[in-house]
């Protein structure tokens, strides 16, 4: 399918040719649905779908675990949406009580089906990065409402509980994708 980036009332939209219809027949007119987008006269083989933007900020974390035996911990988080690598901060050296302050936005194409992972890792200059927790957010949560400078414990998936609170602002912005189909043909 090929993307194409369309402007209308001040918000960006994608815009896909698909060959198969998805959603709920019955879902409301087509007249509605380009209402509800902003698109006047729009032809009758286009459908929208719920998407949209995530702004996420990392403050900050508390009482991450020491791992370094000389000192204390370099921590950063890393960030994945889906499975993907949309983000990592910037490393704090010597402590267990970092303060990122770094913000980052990313695209969903349905926000009910996507799922936010943050792991907090310890850098080690002579081995491999040891895995301190992680936060994971099923992001159809932000659906109706947002976390404005929310602790949350970390967690290690495998063994239940880690050692530490992440910091973090979530939101969604609303955002319809507008896929089009190929106009169907009547045989005479």
């Known amino acids: 399918s090929s993307g194409i980036n369309a402007e209308y009332g001040g918000s960006a939209a994608i815009v896909e040719h698909k060959d198969q219809v998805r959603g709920r027949p019955g879902s409301g007119s087509d007249n509605q649905k380009a ?3 902003g698109v006047e006269n ?3 083989n286009i459908e929208f779908v719920k998407s949209g933007i995530i702004d996420l900020t990392i403050h900050k974390a508390e009482n991450l675990e020491k791992c370094d035996l000389f000192g204390k911990g370099d921590p950063y988080v890393v960030v994945c949406v889906n499975g993907h690598r949309v983000h990592k901060t910037a490393v704090k050296h010597s402590t267990q009580q970092p303060t990122f302050n770094e913000s980052k936005q990313c695209f969903v194409s349905d926000v009910t089906k996507s799922k936010m992972v943050l ?3 310890d850098e080690d200059k002579f081995g491999a990065d040891t895995y301190l927790g992680e936060v994971q957010i099923n992001l159809v949560r932000l659906k109706n409402t947002f976390f ?3 602790a949350i414990p970390l967690s290690k998936p495998e063994k239940g509980n880690a050692k530490g609170n992440l910091f973090i602002s979530l939101s969604f912005r609303a955002m319809p994708i507008i896929t ?3 106009p ?3 045989e005479q």
């Open 35 to 37: 209402h509800m987008a």
């Open 42 to 44: 729009a032809p009758s």
């Open 119 to 121: 792991g907090v890792y």
């Open 148 to 150: 404005e400078f929310k």
């Open 180 to 182: 089009v189909h190929p």
């Open 184 to 186: 169907k043909t009547v």
